[in-house]
């Protein structure tokens, strides 16, 4: 019974062009962007924290000198992939969820909880969104800089309200889907049950 | 207020809302209930962020990067290739190596969450075609990651040896003895599973096999040395380590063995960052959580509510286990070192126990904390790597469990396994 | 009420000590609770400067060097050879100097904070594995400093390789080579082991590690009058009291290193190894200049006037 196992490859990989926005019109193609430039941002982060590492070490040891700014880099690409992906994330249900209980109820219990998680999740994420960009906001005003780069600490975390933002509009346009289509989405391109259906033994 | 906090972040958790909801929804109730109001919430975003931020934490990403990448490349299975034809023949042999394999990488490396990835990614796999169940592969390279908790160097350890001013060199030694017996007795335990499940085994490779073996893993045995001789041959920090690894890898795959394609380093690198947000937004949330634990001074509350100056060595170290070991289920394992241990360090200190033995204790339940549910950064990993339910995840853990609290009370009464080592190294 | 005083280091380091005794004289004159929070229980330094800015805390305290972010001006106590060697003259010092009691109130009320006081905290040492005499033996070195311009510029003006790293790796890259030294007040390096993993602990005079306890401005106005002096009171208590504890700290720290690790070598460099360092301050001190925002030439004057009118100005 266990012996059927394949080695999953990378099989698993999102394909941005095959992402269908859940807006309609102009709308839609605005957020269809939105999503290349999520993927292109946590793909060029990603790639640029580990040149951005080397580069340290190579300067350490090659030129006797450390890049005193590449912690700061990094503090900052993180923040980014983060934010980007957060939103990345709830576009493709991907968000980590403890979904047992969820999963054990029948369906006519499952879309109407499917809905009030979304509902809650966006509410949860404009709220974020609204006090982030205070934050963002106070720092601006207090001028504080990183020591090392000398630029202003609110260029680094715009990305948090960013983040947040279209966090909070993935959940609601989930919720909207929904509300207007059968079946159960736990995002707008994503039905439930995980991407991998072999044993859902949960 | 605390009760209303995890009442309501239990019940969320159970409804299947995304974890970072029940993280969001407790520090939301403790922020307003705090501060009489929604005005302060915008250092809830300030400890988010600061949750996100620390650089020993960029070691994670690097690390699911690289293994990433030798995982669709040929680098992994060349790998695991030479440690199968050298243990594919014994019975759980290959349960017995990842748990090894586990709890070396996260002793050099530091970071258990890139262990999950670095090592349970190539080698999960491989372990579930031998015929191991997910559950018990999952609890497996969970739980013998946390052991790299008590292998030095250990974050955990150095912050404990700040904090309460004891030798953190004597604290890497006292770990060791815990360590390798948990690791022992995991060993045990995947024996006896691999034959209660009977779990087939290869036949034993020839010695002809295995020189083959080991020339096909030549360059990807460069990994281990760039990590284990990168870090403690003091060239690298285990953060450049790892991105060392992406280098190394990206070389390989690409101009060694022309495995990976520029679409799919794309794609390697987009899944990395999806994986990395998605865990980290909730060690954000969970910074945010601890502050409002941290600020209302709840674990004092309920310390001095229990009365441990009145108590005996044996109820103190058992106190200090509890205590340690629920904190650990819900708050990120540094800070709650960072508050629980000057609470306690008086009475630890009049009631005359060795700081270091508390250390090794300490650092025992952060590591058993980190592995258990409902909250832990490394079950966490594990979701969002192997993309497998939480339920899943977890489902497997309470025997590893039993065994990790087995040695905690073991070490209670028997501090030897921690200090023999030391008394050793540091007899006069 | 209740006010909060959270502060960069452990309860019993010098910051603790002096927040203990603050705590102590507010309860036993007012009414009062005064909670402490301890280095990371509350976030980073940047993080608990930002919530006594912002009300959440009363209290804080952080050092002027990562003040530096947000007054630029602050950074003058990060240049070397600036501050007396001499403790005696160093607190008064600080008791009298018209720029840290009449020149930086003002720059700390403008981020909404009100300046209570700034106090030394020790000398600062280096430890490295190999022994430092001259500028020359730091050559190559990998050297540990705080993410800050002037501290970078100053050692790499001894000759160093600057490498900045997190607080948490430090003491593993000591141990196995990544960096090679780091520097900190005598108390520090005995309470978080420093020198464990390193050989040599160099005494260069060329600072003193400072640092400032802060009140949310606007709590600290709204407050009557007598309560505020009653606060000042206490302050002033507390800085007499931090004076006096730490009058052979220093020298009672590095005997509990030494008696720990018997091995280690503990030099004070002379007057005379000291001057090739000396003379590579005027160097930071320009850069002070060019980074330190628009009163960096006028604090740095009056820092120098002060020094002079204790008797401790920079002519030796
Ligand atoms: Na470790
Ligand atoms: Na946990």
Not at chain 2, 326 to 331: A, I, L, N, S
Not at chain 3, 289 to 295: P, R
Request: negative net charge.
């Amino acid at each position: 019974m266990m012996a059927e196992v394949q080695v999953p490859a990378a099989d698993d990989d999102i394909d941005d062009s095959k992402y269908v926005s859940g807006l309609p019109g102009i709308l839609g193609i605005i957020d269809v962007g939105i999503a290349r430039i999520e993927a292109v941002l946590l793909a060029i982060g990603v790639l640029l924290m580990a040149f951005n590492t080397i580069a340290n070490v190579v300067g350490r040891y090659v030129f006797g000198n450390s890049l005193y700014f590449s912690e700061e880099l990094n503090q900052a690409l993180i923040i980014l992939i983060t934010f980007a992906g957060i939103s990345y994330a709830a576009r493709h249900g991907r968000h980590i969820r403890m979904s047992a209980i969820f999963d054990a109820t029948s369906p006519a219990i499952r879309k109407p909880l499917m809905i009030l998680i979304a509902v809650v999740t966006a509410a949860a994420m404009f709220l974020l969104t609204w006090y982030s960009v205070e934050y963002v906001m106070s720092q601006a005003g207090r001028g504080r800089l990183l020591p090392a780069m000398q630029i202003p600490v609110w260029w680094i975390i715009v990305w948090a309200p960013l983040g947040f933002f279209l966090t909070g509009l993935q959940y609601s346009l989930t919720a909207i889907k929904n509300v207007l289509h059968e079946n159960i989405w736990l995002s707008t391109s994503t039905m439930e049950g995980y991407d991998d259906p072999r044993e859902e033994e949960v | 207020m605390s009760l209303a906090i995890f009442g309501t972040m239990i019940l969320l958790l159970l409804l299947g809302f995304p974890m970072m909801i029940p993280l969001i929804a407790g520090s939301l109730i403790g922020f307003v209930s705090l501060f009489g109001g929604m005005g302060q919430l915008d250092t809830m975003v300030q400890q988010i962020l600061a949750g996100i931020r620390p650089a020993s934490l960029i070691a994670v990403p690097m690390f699911i990067f690289a293994a990433d990448i030798m995982t669709r490349g040929q680098s992994a299975a060349r790998l695991i290739d030479l440690v199968m034809a050298f243990v594919g023949h014994l019975k759980g042999g290959l349960a017995v190596s990842t748990a090894t394999a586990c709890t070396l990488f996260g002793a050099v490396s530091g970071s258990t969450q890139a262990t999950v990835v670095a090592v349970g990614g190539p080698l999960r796999p491989r372990m579930l075609q031998a015929g191991y169940k997910d559950n018990f592969v999952l609890a497996l390279i969970v739980n013998s990651s946390d052991i790299a908790f008590l292998i030095p160097p250990s974050i955990g350890m150095i912050i404990y040896g700040v904090v309460s001013g004891t030798s953190i060199s004597e604290l890497f030694i006292a770990g060791i003895g815990p360590g390798l017996l948990i690791l022992v007795l995991f060993s045990i335990y995947s024996y006896i599973y691999a034959r209660r499940h009977n779990v087939p085994v290869e036949p034993k490779s020839s010695w002809g096999e295995r020189a083959r073996a080991m020339q096909r893993a030549l360059w990807p045995l460069g990994f281990p040395v760039i990590i284990v001789g990168g870090i403690y041959g003091g060239i690298f920090s285990p953060t450049e380590a790892a991105a060392a690894c992406v280098l190394y890898a990206l070389f390989l795959e690409m101009v060694v063995f022309r495995e990976l394609s520029i679409k799919q380093l794309y794609a390697t690198a987009k899944s990395t960052g999806l994986i990395t947000a998605v865990v980290f937004i909730l060690v954000g949330a969970g910074a945010a959580f601890s502050y409002v634990i941290s600020f209302a001074q709840i674990p004092q509350q309920v310390l001095g509510a229990i009365g441990i100056d009145d108590m005996g060595p044996y109820a103190i170290l058992f106190t200090i286990s509890i205590a340690f070991f629920v904190g650990c289920m819900f708050v990120d394992p540094i800070v709650v070192i960072l508050i629980l241990v000057p609470i306690f360090a008086p009475v630890v200190d009049s009631a005359g126990l060795d700081p270091v033995l508390v250390g090794t204790i300490i650092t025992l339940q952060v590591a058993i904390g980190s592995a258990t549910p409902p909250f832990g950064c490394d079950i966490f990993t594990a979701i969002a790597v192997f993309k497998r339910p939480y339920a899943e995840v977890v489902r497997g853990t309470p025997p590893f469990i039993v065994m990790l609290l087995g040695v905690a009370v073991l070490l209670i009464f028997f501090p030897q396994i921690a200090l023999f080592l030391r008394d050793l190294a540091f007899a006069e | 009420d209740t006010w909060r005083y959270a502060f960069e280091e452990a309860m019993d380091e010098v910051q603790g000590i002096f927040a203990q005794k603050f705590k102590e004289e507010v309860e036993a004159n007012s009414d009062h609770t005064v909670q402490l929070f301890p280095f990371g229980t509350l976030g980073e330094s940047a993080d608990i400067m930002e919530q006594a800015q912002s009300g959440i805390l009363q209290f804080v305290d952080q050092s002027p060097g990562f003040t530096g972010a947000l007054i630029p001006e602050a950074q003058v106590f990060f240049v070397p050879y600036l501050l007396p060697q001499d403790e005696e003259q160093l607190a008064t010092f600080f008791e009298e100097s018209k720029a840290i009691n009449e020149m930086f109130p003002p720059l700390y009320e403008e981020q909404g904070l009100k300046l209570l006081t700034m106090f030394p905290e020790g000398e600062v040492m280096m430890t490295t594995q190999e022994p430092v005499e001259a500028p020359e033996d730091l050559n190559e070195v990998k050297f540990r400093v705080m993410t800050n311009p002037l501290l970078v510029e100053s050692y790499q003006a001894f000759g160093a390789t600057p490498t900045p790293l997190p607080w948490g790796e430090v003491y593993g890259g000591l141990q196995t080579g990544i960096i090679q030294g780091q520097e900190n007040p005598a108390f520090f390096i005995e309470s978080t082991k420093m020198y464990e993993v390193t050989d040599y602990i160099t005494r260069a005079g060329h600072n003193n590690f400072t640092t400032a306890v802060m009140a949310n401005l606007d709590f600290f106005e709204g407050l009557p009058e007598e309560e505020q002096t009653m606060i000042q009171d206490a302050i002033d208590v507390a800085f007499d009291h931090i004076i006096e504890y730490q009058d052979g700290l220093t020298e009672e720290s590095l005997e509990k290193i030494k008696e720990a690790k018997p091995s280690i070598t503990i030099n004070e460099l002379s007057e005379e190894q000291r001057q090739p360092f000396m003379e590579t301050a005027e160097g930071v001190e320009q850069e002070f200049l060019e980074i330190g925002g628009d009163q960096a030439q006028a604090i740095l004057d009056q820092m120098k006037a002060d020094l002079e009118a204790v008797g401790a100005g920079s002519d030796s």
